[in-house]
């Protein structure tokens, strides 16, 4: 906002409960579980591929895990990078905002039960992606990332978001538009 550091009021919203990201699995380990669920079997390994920067370990099952149930629009995942990064803070801004990307939208499709961009049952864009910083933070230490949809309507999906230290401070506050269509035969 740029805007110098500055003593003021302080409060924010608590950080949901979550478990301990060193106890879920990571994505090499997870991924090869739906390899079923993708029609050409070279995807998991590019998902893994696309991750190797990034450790993303979800509390749930994505989207492609439950593919047919309608779950309740939210998400959480929890996420740092794979090594230590310099201390400049706007790296870890710019890591954090594109870890953001990779799963927001994912919430709207969990409402309806769709597998998600890589199993090819929706198509989607973003169309619009906001972030908000209140905290400093690091993007090499976990982060949990709390999402959920609160609507989706005429071919678009919203998605909003908390992202919070391991320790409970809320770092950043983000939402995101999308296209989010179910292709035609």
Known sequence: SFQSHEEGMEHQAPMPAAPDPETLPTAAEMLPRYADRFSDP???DRLIEAREAVDLRYVDAPPFGTVGEAREPRSQVWFRTNGK???????????????????????????????????????????????????????????????????????????QARIYTADGRLAITVIQEGVVRIPRG
Do not use: I, K, N
Not at 125 to 142: G, I, Q, T, V
């Open 85 to 159: 990064l310099a201390d400049d803070p706007l790296l870890h801004v710019c890591m954090a905002t594109y870890v953001s990307d990779m799963t927001l939208l994912d919430s709207v499709l969990l409402a309806h039960g769709r597998g998600g961009w890589a199993v090819g049952d929706v198509v989607g864009a973003s169309l619009d992606h906001a972030m908000w910083f209140h905290r400093p933070f690091r993007a090499d230490e976990w982060l949990l990332y709390d999402q959920e949809s609160p609507s989706a309507s005429g071919g678009r999906g919203l998605g």
């Open 42 to 44: 070279g995807v998991v």
